[in-house]
């Protein structure tokens, strides 16, 4: 059975700390890892990773991903309030006509002033 | 370019009452998707459509049923309302694949939810 597994569940930092979100993933066919960040409404996109070992940058968060290993981090420095959220993250598999997505359950991450 | 929206936002239902939530996008993709949404359990698929006319079931399909009569559209039925399909729920739609793994394809986009309340 595919599986995704988030760590931790959740995790309050201070603003200015610098968090490191976890994901695993033990799954037959892996074409591609997402990361989404949901603010009590609709998930949104935030990066998506398919080689091993090649950063993805967006402002203060960054991702990547090791194939061999089966996991990836993202990284948010200088967390801000804003960050405040749950950080979804997804595997696609192959084949890729379907491309279902498998979640993991997510992180809370809350940020306090 | 609305992308992709979800009717109603908000919605309580008796057990043993039938309604249906639709999902419209507008960004042309072939594939949509209906998720539920509950504390602790991640995003779950339900069913999904990979083009106008086709449905297929996903994890949770139970008490479920889709139509994808056009393709902007996704419905999803419930027939008979059970306590336990009081959840969130989610639709996303997605291009289809245009090349290899390092295309963004894989990306689903989602609609801002319904929050479903059966008593």
């Known amino acids: 059975e595919d599986k995704v597994v988030q760590s931790p569940l959740s995790l309050v930092v201070h603003e200015g700390d610098t968090v490191t979100l976890n994901c695993s993933y033990e799954v037959t066919n892996f074409r591609s890892l997402l990361w989404y960040k949901q603010e009590k409404k609709a998930p949104t996109f935030l990066f998506m990773l398919t080689s091993s070992g090649i950063e993805k940058k967006s402002g203060r968060l960054s991702s990547i991903l090791d194939k061999k290993e089966l996991f990836s981090i993202l990284n948010i420095t200088a967390t801000q309030t804003g960050d405040s959220a749950v950080y979804l993250c997804a595997v696609a598999l192959l084949p890729g006509a379907n491309s279902k997505l498998t979640f993991g359950k997510g992180i809370t991450l809350s940020v306090r002033p | ?119």
């Open chain 2, 1 to 119: 370019n609305a992308g992709v929206t979800q009717t109603p936002k908000f919605r309580v239902l008796k057990t043993g009452q039938s309604m249906t939530l639709l999902c419209a996008q507008d960004m042309n993709h072939e594939y949509m998707y209906w998720y539920r949404q509950d504390p602790g359990m991640g995003l779950r698929l339900i069913h999904y459509s990979v083009g106008e006319g086709t449905t297929a079931k996903g994890e949770v399909p139970d008490g479920y049923n889709v139509s994808r009569l056009k393709k902007q559209n996704f419905l999803l039925g419930l027939e008979s309302a059970a306590p336990s399909q009081t959840s969130v729920y989610f639709c996303a739609s997605r291009d289809r694949l245009a090349g290899g793994a390092s295309s963004s394809t894989d990306t689903q986009y989602f609609g801002p939810g319904t929050r479903l309340t059966v008593l």
